[in-house]
């Protein structure tokens, strides 16, 4: 943090007309929010992160690094939040979480895999997802509590910004709350008291250790009811981070966990050989009635015999000859017989003017025949509405 001093041309003070126009440096400090440290760990080695700088904490004589930390816990968060690693945490990994939550509801905008729209319809969130090395069924996704503390015996803090940010894992939130319960028993509110934080020497992983250690004096203690309302308190609790900076505290029980094993809800991905087999077979196991048929076919598709040079609309319609009244194939019939008698007249003519009226005849009607008309449009037209 940079250090700021004036020169000592200003120890008279501004002008007088300036100090009646009141305090206005709060105009440049409006809307910039300060950072907060947090209260971290590798392995069983405390240290607060603070402005991008990491400090572990050593033991007062210098004797290596504390095993405990003593501080008063302001408030904690209602929520139980979720950190998530795809592959599991590694100890010393600095990468981000693939997917994590501050309010245990919905994602962080800043998560780069969110593996759900909710946290509780996440199957990350599921137990069974994650098999511990020793074969306990868990969470993948691991919880974790937010507390804001600050150092017993330096409630101001101004080395580290004042109230920090300390995350209880997964594998603590019920002695947590066994500590909660057992202060309620002695009429003790939790802020109202100094906590020491320590590890179970019993256990491998970091697994934390509440115990009390004094009440507050009553200094103190109004100090502490007012950083309570403190709007930095409030960040702390529930801001929505939107950039990570790794933090071992936060994989909680991966330590226990190892590595990350396959969740048992999800399914196993398949081949694109296996796809492929699947699709086939979908499509061999289609009924044939769904391919059409060749007779779907509209009928009007095929050509009609009307293809004559003759327009096809001069032919009734099909369904209208069925209903034509009989007076009008009568009328036809009348019609054809007059045409006829007129051909067989002027066929008998020529014949005569030739001199030989049977081979004529006879090579008209050999025309007829094999034309499939009479060579008279009118005669064709009535024959093939009569037939029809």
Not at 86 to 94: C, E, I, M, R, V
Not at 166 to 192: E, H, I, Q, T, W
């Amino acid at each position: 943090m940079s250090e700021f001093s004036l020169p000592a041309t200003f120890k008279a003070g501004p002008a007088a007309v300036v100090t009646q126009q009141g305090n206005a440096n709060d105009e440049l400090a409006a809307g910039i929010q300060s950072s907060f440290g947090i209260v971290s760990y590798r392995g069983k080695v405390w240290s607060i992160k603070y402005q991008g700088q990491e400090n572990p904490l050593m033991r007062e004589d210098g004797d290596g690094a504390r095993a405990s930390i003593e501080c008063v816990i302001i408030r904690s968060a209602t929520a139980i939040s979720k950190i998530f690693y795809a592959d599991g945490y590694q100890p010393g990994d600095t990468s981000p979480p693939d997917c994590w939550s501050t309010n245990g509801v919905v994602p962080d905008a800043a998560a780069s895999s969110k593996q759900s729209n909710t946290c509780a319809g996440c199957p990350q969130n599921a137990w069974g997802s994650k098999i511990s090395e020793a074969g306990k069924a868990m969470k993948a996704c691991a919880d974790s509590k937010r507390l804001a503390i600050v150092p017993l015996d330096d409630i101001d803090n101004e080395l580290f910004g004042g109230p920090m940010l300390l995350r209880v894992p997964a594998a603590s939130l019920r002695d947590l709350k066994s500590f909660a319960d057992l202060l309620s028993a002695n009429g003790y509110p939790y802020y109202a008291i100094g906590t020491r934080i320590s590890f179970d020497v019993n256990e491998a992983f970091p697994k934390f250790v509440f115990s009390a250690i004094r009440p507050l004096t009553e200094s103190e203690a109004a100090a502490i009811i007012e950083l309570r309302e403190d709007p930095r308190v409030q960040r702390i609790l529930e801001l929505e981070i939107e950039h990570v900076v790794h933090e071992p505290e936060a994989a909680g029980v991966q330590f226990e966990q190892g590595a990350a094993q396959a969740p048992a809800a999800a399914p196993a991905k398949k081949t694109p050989q296996e796809l492929m087999a699947e699709a086939q077979a979908k499509a061999a196991a289609k009924p044939a009635a769904a391919k059409p048929a060749p007779a779907a076919k509209p009928a009007a598709a095929k050509p009609a015999p009307a293809a004559k040079s003759k327009p096809a609309a001069a032919k009734p319609a099909p369904a209208a000859k069925a209903e034509e009244p009989e007076y009008e194939v009568e009328a036809l019939r009348r019609r054809l017989a007059e045409l006829e008698a007129a051909k067989a007249s002027t066929t008998a003519a020529a014949a005569a003017e030739a001199g030989d009226p049977g081979d004529g005849a006879e090579d008209e009607g050999e025309q007829v025949d094999e034309a499939g008309g009479t060579g008279n449009d009118e005669f064709d037209e009535l024959l093939d509405n009569l037939v029809s």
